[in-house]
């Protein structure tokens, strides 16, 4: 087990250059809590860079269009600009409607879920509850390619699809089968074939594929989650 866990650990070293980056994170911390109810707490790379500014840039821009009301993507937008319209937009809603009691919430927590030469991941946990009759959870995970800060995408990290596919449809009927509950494949999907989750991410024991709620599964099921171990989804890791 020691050598597989070595060769995986060696073989993640994906874009990986010469002279590696060495990313450290903090946490930095946001709250407002006068109207709405406003908390946010995620990770900050530290060191004067370009990395550390790339991936700092990346997240406070994902946090600001995860509060944005508007249809339009936000960019060029400060967290607390973000802050601030929120808040407004909840004052100007307790004004038209008094009878409704309910507090706007949006809070927020970041952790970094894995970090290696190659790939630094971090989840990000969102509730935002604006007077539905539920508040609304999702998690995010974000992948960046810990050399150069950029933002990745699944053809950043994932060779042959199709064949990735098929390993993760293996391992979600392992889940399936496992879980105690009563829904089936077809109750998950809606009688459509399998498909990815629009998260995927990295932790220490393995990748993590997941599905926020609304996105597969009736809303009672919640956020659906399984890993594929690294020594398994390696070949369809891209390895330079």
Known sequence: MKRV???????????SCNQEVDLTFS????????????????PNAEGDNDVS???NTTIENFIVNTINFSEDS?????LNEAATKFD????????????????????IDGEVTYQSPAITCIAINSYLNTGGAHGNMTISFLNFNSQTGQLLI?????????????LA?????????????KTNFDDYFFGEDFHLPENIGFSDDGIIL???????????EGITEFIIPFEEVLPYLHLN
Do not use: C, H, M
Request: glycine content about 2%.
């Open 5 to 15: 866990a070595l060769f995986i650990l060696v073989s993640l070293a994906i874009f």
């Open 27 to 42: 946490e930095t911390s946001f709250e407002k809590n006068e109207n709405a109810i406003i908390d946010i707490n995620i």
């Open 53 to 55: 500014e790339s991936i």
């Open 74 to 78: 936000l960019i060029n937008v400060t």
């Open 88 to 107: 407004s937009i909840y004052i100007a809603f307790k004004d038209d409607f008094e009878e409704n009691s309910l507090v706007w919430e949006a809070l």
């Open 154 to 166: 699944i053809d950043d990290y994932i060779k042959n699809r199709p064949g990735f596919i098929k």
């Open 169 to 181: 449809e293996k391992y979600f009927n392992i889940e399936l089968q496992e879980s105690s509950d």
């Open 210 to 220: 997941l599905y926020n709620v609304y996105e597969i599964a009736p809303y009672s």
